[in-house]
């Protein structure tokens, strides 16, 4: 019953923007902080940016001033505006939920920056 699904994701050129979105279904939304964390091929995943349950942002260092993330209670649906994409910025995007000792991942969605 629980689902965290991610969509958005595609290829596009440097410079350019993506929105993706992470739909959340099956548990109390406004009680979860929201993440995304990425992973390219051979490294380790790391953390993109967070929002918390009040609204309180924070960013890797990477992607400070160029990512937003944002979350929408009514939809139960959390963003991630992407701008000024980099080749850095390629991989694998991940949604996830977490509330005290609970974990929910979504499926992950393909982000290549490319010319």
């Known amino acids: 019953q629980v689902q965290v699904v991610e969509s958005g994701g595609g290829l596009v050129q440097p410079g350019g923007s993506l929105r993706l979105s992470c739909a959340a279904s099956?548990?109390?939304?406004?009680?979860?902080?929201m993440s995304w964390y990425r992973q390219a091929p051979g490294k380790e995943r790391e953390s993109v940016a967070t929002?918390?349950?009040?609204?309180?942002?924070k960013y890797a260092d990477s992607v400070k001033g160029r990512f937003t993330i944002s979350r929408d209670f009514a939809k139960s649906t959390v963003y991630l505006q992407m701008n000024r994409l980099k080749p850095e910025d390629t991989a694998v995007y991940y949604c996830?939920?977490?509330?005290?000792?609970?974990?929910?991942w979504g499926q992950g969605t393909q982000v290549t920056v490319s010319s």
């Open positions: 929002i918390s349950s009040r609204g309180d942002t």
């Open positions: 099956g548990f109390t939304f406004s009680s979860y902080a």
């Open positions: 996830k939920a977490v509330r005290l000792s609970i974990t929910y």
